[in-house]
């Protein structure tokens, strides 16, 4: 079966460098999750989208922005890094109503 | 306050044996999903049981069992016949159908780490 995929699986970036990751969700899927997972910690909920358009926001920093494009992919931008942001990075789709299905994660580094 | 309480933040349990995770949430919302993530240390977050809050029965999918108190607000997730590959974090998670945020997103607790003993 069709998994979420994201790319890339690493990344490290330099302070004050920009990053911008990518989700395919599952086909079919609905709504469009980002989350951020520090080291030893628990998913906390970034942003969202239902059919396209932004449906919740999260803790999101004002330093990242997402979008969701025709063909349903969707990109967290992430500008003016700083070390904390080094994170795992997942997305995750669902239809309304059912279980979330997340991708493997975006593992950034911030040096 | 926490939405989602896992008290055990790590669990042993022999090889082949059965282990309960613990899981309490705290909802005023008449509507809400519960459910059981694994986390093997290669990082992936992988969907292991839900529950919804009007179910009558308790959710069960292979060798694992949802213990569903709605009374107590208690959602434990029990593994039967433990192996070697359960050992990772497990995070139990809720979503708030009348929360307002209009995307269902789930808030997880800060998860419970398995090791399994040969």
């Known amino acids: 079966a069709a998994g979420v995929i994201q790319s890339p699986r690493h990344l490290i970036k330099e302070k004050r460098e920009t990053a911008t990751l990518k989700c395919y969700p599952i086909p079919r899927h609905d709504t469009v999750y980002w989350y951020q997972q520090g080291p030893g910690q628990d998913p906390q909920f970034l942003i969202s989208?239902?059919?396209?358009?932004?449906?919740d926001k999260g803790s999101i920093p004002d330093r990242f922005s997402a979008q969701q494009f025709s063909d349903y992919h969707s990109e967290l931008n992430m500008s003016s890094l700083e070390l904390g942001d080094s994170a795992l990075y997942f997305c995750?789709?669902?239809?309304?109503?059912?279980?979330?299905?997340f991708g493997n994660g975006t593992r950034l580094t911030v040096t | 306050a926490q939405k989602i309480t896992q008290t055990q933040p790590g669990m042993f349990v022999q090889e082949k044996e059965a282990v309960t995770l613990d899981c309490t949430y705290d909802t005023s919302d008449p509507s809400y999903g519960l459910f059981w993530y694994k986390q093997p240390s290669s990082g992936e977050m992988i969907f292991l049981i839900y529950?919804?809050?009007?179910?009558?029965q308790n959710a069960t999918e292979g060798r694992y069992s949802l213990n569903f108190q709605k009374a107590r607000k208690s959602a434990n997730l029990v593994i039967s016949a433990s192996q070697l590959g359960d050992s990772a974090m497990y995070f139990c998670?809720?979503?708030?159908?009348?929360?307002?945020?209009?995307?269902?997103?789930?808030?997880f607790g800060k998860g419970t780490k398995l090791s399994v003993i040969p």
């Open positions: 989208f239902y059919e396209k358009m932004q449906s």
């Open positions: 998670a809720m979503r708030e159908v009348y929360s307002g945020a209009g995307s269902y997103q789930l808030t």
């Open positions: 529950q919804g809050s009007y179910d009558q």
């Open positions: 995750a789709s669902s239809v309304t109503g059912s279980p979330l299905h």
